[in-house]
């Protein structure tokens, strides 16, 4: 079955020029040109897509992004604002979830912001307590670094009003120091964590495809066409398969499997291709904590709470072993640092690997501190970084206040990519939006929710912002002889947007509207209906 694409804008991210039509050939690019050209290399029988001057990019890839968890959270009750303005609004939402939510799952809600409610400040444990009075409830913040616990789950989670504040993290109290519900930072990761790999062993196979199919279809709707997802265990592999077994996962999926699964990946035979959609080639390892929360390992020490230098999980010898296994078995080792005495560590352990260049291509995910002598060091190593530009406006506030006069130099895109680092784009969802859109835009502007530059001489221009979620994100999962740009031979992914990204002011980025995702060839999302067969 052939496919004509034509009065379009098309960027192909192959050349700087724009093309006018592709041609799509069982599931691959078939033709890139004219019209005239495209319309010769077609068949007889072509059905032809008119797109009346809408623009066509590669599919967008998401180099880190927490797939199953945005599946999860997508099924959950929705409490973001606008659509839930106030507590009550989120107290009617829970009580509807918790007539659908099976027994011994907590009854789940998720995507408030506080400042956005209509009251201004967090739901309380009572709040919920009227809602869902004799079983434990959840609602996690969109931040995904808070929640609010009823007390049948404070209960059920262990904590109590005389406990001190835990390790890494607080809880929120009323005048009496009383517990009020809310959980703060790592307790409430643990609970997170606990709670999705419950529900997912609880899940039947119907239940799990739906959450794929859930977590694709949002992805698709922005424009997505591939993931890196950034956590792969056991439950989320078997959850993908299904889902692609039975045509309901709508994107790639590349795997990074969390390391301490890779014995499981290794004796099931499950490493590599599992299929066109699938694939488990990468190891995820955690080097340190996170930004806003504080917990980046750091040289010297933050100046707002918890204070201290940050976490850092392995030492060097540690590190360089696990970097050392993995590598010799043929893993591409992608590892979390945030911090510059965590991102320094690594680099260490890569180099002590790594004596021709980077074969496998290692990555750092995030890379926040990555300074200019690291940043030196890593575009040495041919190491990558995976990057969430999109953090910039809706985390970098926390950011300023915990790094100072440092701040402008984190992240800065424009200097590692003049270091020849390849950056590839990425959301980190849940924990931001996983719209590239918003991480397109933040590339360019650098801009905080206040309004604050970040780091000046950093921006990116559209084409390099674009090319972040495309070139650079199939590179990082090392598939650009797939993916990533419009050319002859590649797989059919592109996605098409109501007004073309590299001449709206930067600002209107984000508003530019997805007029369809099509993976294979074939819609996977579409607001009208554009291509036959979605
Ligand atoms: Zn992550």
């Avoid at 060097?316 to 560590?345: K, N, P």
Wanted: proline residues 5%; hydrophobic residues 45%.
């Amino acid at each position: 079955m052939e496919l004509v694409v034509e009065d379009a804008v098309i960027i192909t991210m192959a050349s700087a020029g724009a093309a006018g039509a592709l041609l799509v050939r069982d599931g691959r690019i078939a033709a890139v040109g004219t019209t005239a050209q495209v319309r010769a290399a077609a068949g007889p029988g072509a059905q032809v897509v008119r797109l009346d001057g809408a623009t066509v990019v590669p599919g967008l890839i998401d180099a880190h992004c927490h797939v199953a968890d945005v599946g999860y959270l997508a099924a959950a009750a929705d409490c973001s604002q606008p659509s839930a303005p106030d507590i009550p609004a989120i107290q009617a939402r829970l009580r509807a979830a918790a007539d659908r939510t099976p027994a011994g799952s907590w009854v789940t809600g998720g995507g408030y912001v506080e400042y956005k409610l209509r009251e201004g400040r967090h739901p309380t444990r009572s709040d919920l307590d009227q809602a869902v009075p004799n079983r434990p409830a959840v609602v996690y913040h969109t931040s995904l670094h808070a929640c609010v616990l009823n007390t049948a789950a404070l209960r059920e989670a262990g904590f109590a009003d005389q406990q001190p504040d835990p390790a890494g993290g607080r809880f929120g109290r009323d005048r009496d120091g009383r517990l009020d519900g809310v959980v703060f930072e790592r307790p409430m990761f643990e609970l997170f964590e606990r709670n999705l790999r419950q529900d997912l062993a609880r899940m039947g196979a119907a239940e799990r495809n739906r959450l794929v199919a859930q977590a694709s279809r949002q992805l698709a709707s922005f424009g997505l066409t591939a993931a890196c997802d950034a956590d792969m265990r056991r439950d989320s592999f078997d959850a993908y398969a299904s889902a692609d077994a039975s045509g309901v996962l709508g994107l790639r999926i590349y795997g990074l499997v969390v390391h301490d699964h890779v014995p499981w990946l290794l004796e099931t035979g499950q490493r590599g291709r599992h299929s066109g959609r699938l694939a488990a080639e990468a190891v995820k390892i955690w080097a340190d904590g996170g930004m806003s929360s504080r917990t980046a390992a750091i040289h010297g020490s933050y100046p707002v709470p918890p204070y201290g230098s940050g976490i850092l999980y392995f030492s060097l010898d540690e590190l360089t072993e696990m970097v050392r296994s993995f590598d010799a078995l043929g893993f591409q080792v992608c590892i979390h640092a945030q911090g510059d005495r965590a991102i320094e560590t690594v680099l260490d352990a890569y180099a002590a690997v790594c004596f021709a260049g980077n074969p496998l291509r290692h990555r750092i995910e995030h890379g926040g501190s990555l300074y200019p002598p690291l940043a030196a060091r890593a575009a040495a190593l041919g190491i990558i970084v995976a990057a969430q530009p999109g953090m910039l406006s809706v985390l970098g506030d926390g950011f300023a206040a915990a790094f100072g006069d440092r701040a402008d130099e984190l992240y800065a895109y424009a200097s590692w990519r003049r270091a020849g680092i390849t950056v590839a784009g990425s959301s980190d969802a849940p924990v931001i939006t996983a719209d590239p859109r918003l991480g397109m835009r933040d590339a360019v502007l650098r801009r905080t929710d206040a309004g604050r530059m970040f780091g000046p001489g950093e921006e990116l221009t559209a084409w390099d912002a674009l090319s972040l979620y495309t070139t650079q994100a199939a590179f990082a999962a090392r598939r650009e002889d797939e993916i990533g740009s419009l050319e002859a031979g590649k797989l059919a992914d592109f996605t098409v947007l109501d007004a073309n990204p590299l001449e709206v002011p930067p600002e209107r980025i984000t508003d530019i509207g997805v007029l369809a995702t099509v993976v294979d060839g074939a819609p996977v999302y579409q607001a009208g209906d554009i291509f036959p067969g979605g």
